[in-house]
DNA sequence: CTTACGGCCTGGGTGC
DNA sequence: TGCACCCAGGCCGTAA
């Protein structure tokens, strides 16, 4: 479910009432296969105090001090990924109990932080300080990269434009969803190669990504199924889809009928007019030419 | 280097 | 009502 928009939209509710708060007691659930070492969760957490929470990428950090012991200055982080179906929620520690609720943080406020998972492609773990650099994808933030950035990243390698638009060592925080609105919003073909995207197709790709993700960070997100912020509301950027889960559907602009594919290894949903396929061109040709002029 | 595919899990929708 | 099958906002490992 959650990608950049998603999270980001999470982070931005818990910052309100998360930092300052001292984390008390730890309980985990019985299903606990996707924490990576639960013990020291268990061990780590309790008595530390939240002091910021970030997003990098699809990828949530809870900033912690330990200012308990006297000796000020350790700093670890609890890393968190959502996976497919993951909700971070904060509620009062009376209230019922989601299914598939996995992770129980008591805060000294009387209310608890509480992971719940259905499919449990989610990701949890204690982050070192240090440790960042070598656990968190490094890609460029589509948001903040700059034209120029962009378009690097986009060369850097010979690969179809949604594949690099969805891998996170090229950019991070883009996902099924918001690749496809912003193809389609750029008038790019999905299969398209990368490196062979024009200046001007670059450059609406990059406005495109960047207007998409701030219009869905303003709706809070898309809500297709099980995605909620930590106030368990639903987003409301799904209503402006303009491609996503809309094969058979007319398309917004010109009319054509919205088709769906696999690209990438993904659903891939986009309009066949606005978004021209790329030339096919004959390989036989080509490395005939190549090996001929290896010969000379 | 790249793509395709299966697997990880659970649940919802569809068609017979 | 039951059941098989396909699909799903992510990502990893393997094979080709």
Redesign the pocket.
Known sequence: ???LP?VETVVRGLRLVLPGRRIVRVRLGA?R?FIDDPPSIERELPGTRVKAVTRH??FLLVDLDRDGSGKNGEKIALLM?L??TGQITVVPAEAPVA??THVFLELDDGRELRYTD????GQMRILADGQRESVLPPGIDPLQASEEEFKRAITS????IK?LL?D?NVFRGM???YTDESLWRAKIHPKRLGANLSDGEVRRLHRAVRGILEEAIRLRG??????VDSDGERGEFQLRHRVYQREGAKCFRCGSVIRRE??????TFFCPHCQAAPRVRRKKAIRTTKRARRRV
């Open positions: 479910m959650p990608e998603e299903k296969d990428g699809k990924h996976g497919m299914p598939h259905i499919r449990r492609f390698r010979r690969a179809r594949a969805m996170q996902g099924n969803i898309s809500s297709v199924s099980d995605y696999i690209v990438a290894g993904r659903s």
